[in-house]
């Protein structure tokens, strides 16, 4: 059975960082890319970050985080982090992690950025 479980989400202040991880379970963890998402109140989930298959040698970022935040992975831990700094209030969301193969969801951590 597949598991994704996020952790690592929080209240910070605005300018502050925080790193989400996001550990998976019942899949082969090197052969899947994986992606973060996030859905603020009343908004649709939207792709923030991905990452390869692999070693992860490709990443790409939407542009409303390029820059702040950094996706990697550890295949020897089978966790993905999504490393943010800079957090701003608008970043306030339910982030999720995704894997690519077999396509499954997380839970979801809440992060929760003050002004």
């Known amino acids: 059975q597949v598991q994704l479980v996020e952790s690592g989400g929080g209240l910070v202040q605005a300018g502050g960082s925080l790193r989400l991880s996001c550990t998976a379970s019942?899949?082969?963890?090197?052969?899947?890319?994986f992606s973060w998402h996030r859905q603020a109140p009343g908004q649709e989930r939207d792709l923030i970050a991905t990452?390869?298959?692999?070693?992860?040698?490709?990443?790409t970022y939407a542009d409303s985080v390029e820059g702040r935040f950094t996706i990697s992975r550890d295949n020897a831990k089978a966790t993905v982090y999504l490393e943010m700094s800079d957090l701003k209030p608008d970043d306030t969301a339910v982030y999720y992690c995704?894997?690519?193969?077999?396509?499954?969801w997380g839970q979801g951590t809440q992060v929760t950025v003050s002004s």
């Open positions: 995704y894997a690519i193969l077999p396509g499954r």
């Open positions: 019942g899949l082969n963890f090197r052969s899947s890319g």
């Open positions: 990452i390869s298959s692999g070693d992860g040698g490709r990443t």
